[in-house]
């Protein structure tokens, strides 16, 4: 289905949407009519769907990881698995936002849901989360996590690895840019 507004014909299922008048209720378009003027809306700090008027509901702008995102990555030479989990996975844990397992060889990267506190760009913090959880992979694969003593080594610094997995990128365009990047 799609709303048309003036000129503009778009279609807003997956869209995420708050309540005009309760700023703080969040939810995913699961469906709408535009003939009855309605909108069903799944709250994302609940799971509760909800039908409210089109004219009672806001845009946020936000984009949300695809949800059926799991893959694998080659670490020097070790296939890894890339998992997607929500909450309801036993392996979920609210004090980090992924983790690299390598005893099984797989990042589990969290499932966001768009919340009043959570960042408008879910995919572009996805995909930073996932860098990060890379390079603990690389550490590891590559002797240095096990080499280095203690829980608080320098391979298992959380901002050593943020300034690698930030880093990296650029460091990448700027070996591009001068032609040595192989």
Known sequence: MQIVSGDITR??????????????????VT???????TATVKLCDTGLEITVSLDDIESTGST?????????????????SIRIIDED??????EADG????????????????SA???????????KVLRHEIVHAFLYESGLW???YGSKCWAKNE???DWMAIQIPKIQRAYKEAYCDE
């Not at 807003?12 to 209720?25: D, R």
């Not at 506190?117 to 913090?125: C, I, Q, T």
């Open 11 to 28: 279609d807003i299922t997956g869209e995420i949407v708050y309540l005009k008048a309760y700023k703080q209720m969040v939810g995913e």
């Open 31 to 37: 469906g709408y009519s535009t003939e009855k003027g």
């Open 64 to 80: 949300q990881p695809h949800r059926a995102f799991n893959s694998e990555v080659h670490i020097l030479g070790t296939r890894y």
């Open 89 to 94: 996975d036993y392996r979920y844990d609210r």
């Open 99 to 114: 983790w690299c397992d390598p005893s099984v060889k797989e990042i589990l990267i969290f499932n966001y849901k768009q």
């Open 117 to 127: 506190e959570s960042v408008k760009d879910l995919v572009a913090y996805q995909k």
């Open 146 to 148: 096990q080499n280095a």
């Open 159 to 161: 901002e050593m690895i």
